[in-house]
């Protein structure tokens, strides 16, 4: 688990085809790797990964045909600037949400304009992720743990202000970059709670407007 509270920006420096997947080494930058042994997970924009080498300057990880197909990550090359935390531990503060760095879905950045000192950005996210996306509620972009000021449909907007930019990747983001997203853990949990014994039946749906209106969620 993690907080989503970025604790640095490393960088991708090699990726490696490696038996139908691949491996990459990331340099940590400023990352402190003192108490990070073998086995122990490291986000990278928002991707939990296990570092099964530290060669001092960073760590090798295993990315997975999944992990590929289902992320960002394989729009990265040597290089490229990444957001990087450690797995949280019982004694750190959650200066954001519970972030599990499992990615829910890729989104698109839409639009991006100053705000004052900050900058506002508009993200596409994909249509089966919206329901999740609650105004004021929170999300987590290339892992970092942000909140929603305004959503339309599919699409939400982020203020993110300097202290953000700077200690992140988001000052790099340009309309048409994708992004990792994972939404609020408590979002899926309610979701599946609200189904009920219908949860055990195969290829569930999930939640429907009818279903809703059925249980007396929704009145006429």
Same mark, same amino acid.
């Given at each position: 688990?993690?907080?989503?509270?970025?604790?640095?920006?490393?960088?991708?420096?090699?990726?490696?085809?490696?038996?139908?997947?691949?491996r990459? %080494?990331?340099?940590?930058?400023? #990352?402190?790797?003192?108490?990070?042994?073998? /086995?122990? =997970?490291?986000? @990278? *924009?928002? &991707?939990?990964?296990?570092?099964?080498e530290?060669?001092?300057?960073?760590?090798?990880?295993?990315?997975?045909?999944?992990?590929l197909?289902?992320?960002?990550?394989?729009?990265?090359?040597?290089?490229?600037?990444?957001?990087?935390?450690?797995?949280?531990?019982?004694?750190?503060?959650?200066?954001?949400?519970?972030?599990?760095?499992?990615?829910?879905?890729i989104?698109?950045?839409?639009?991006?304009?100053?705000?004052?000192?900050?900058?506002?950005?508009?993200?596409?996210?994909?249509?089966? %992720?919206?329901?999740?996306?609650? #105004?004021?509620?929170?999300?987590?972009?290339? /892992?970092? =743990?942000l909140? @929603? *000021?305004? &959503?339309?449909?599919?699409?939400?907007?982020?203020?993110?202000?300097?202290?953000?930019?700077?200690?992140?990747?988001?000052?790099?983001?340009?309309?048409?970059?994708?992004?990792?997203?994972?939404?609020?853990?408590?979002?899926?949990?309610?979701?599946?709670?609200?189904?009920?014994?219908?949860?055990?039946?195969?290829?569930?749906?999930?939640?429907?407007?009818?279903?809703?209106?059925?249980?007396?969620?929704?009145?006429?």
């Amino acid at each position: 688990m993690f907080t989503g509270i970025i604790e640095a920006i490393g960088t991708i420096r090699a990726i490696t085809p490696k038996g139908g997947d691949v491996r990459v %080494l990331v340099e940590t930058g400023k #990352l402190d790797l003192g108490d990070v042994k073998l /086995g122990d =997970s490291i986000a @990278v *924009n928002g &991707v939990c990964l296990t570092a099964v080498e530290l060669p001092g300057n960073g760590f090798w990880a295993d990315v997975s045909r999944e992990t590929l197909a289902c992320t960002a990550f394989d729009d990265l090359k040597p290089g490229s600037p990444v957001n990087l935390e450690k797995a949280l531990t019982p004694s750190s503060r959650l200066g954001g949400h519970l972030v599990s760095g499992h990615v829910d879905g890729i989104g698109e950045i839409i639009a991006r304009e100053d705000n004052a000192r900050a900058v506002q950005f508009r993200i596409r996210s994909p249509r089966e %992720l919206a329901k999740y996306i609650a #105004l004021k509620g929170s999300i987590t972009v290339d /892992g970092t =743990s942000l909140t @929603v *000021n305004a &959503v339309n449909g599919a699409e939400f907007e982020l203020t993110i202000v300097p202290h953000t930019l700077g200690e992140t990747i988001m000052a790099d983001y340009r309309p048409g970059r994708r992004i990792n997203l994972e939404v609020d853990l408590l979002a899926r949990y309610l979701e599946r709670l609200l189904l009920g014994d219908k949860a055990a039946e195969p290829q569930s749906s999930g939640l429907t407007e009818s279903f809703l209106a059925e249980h007396g969620y929704l009145k006429n």
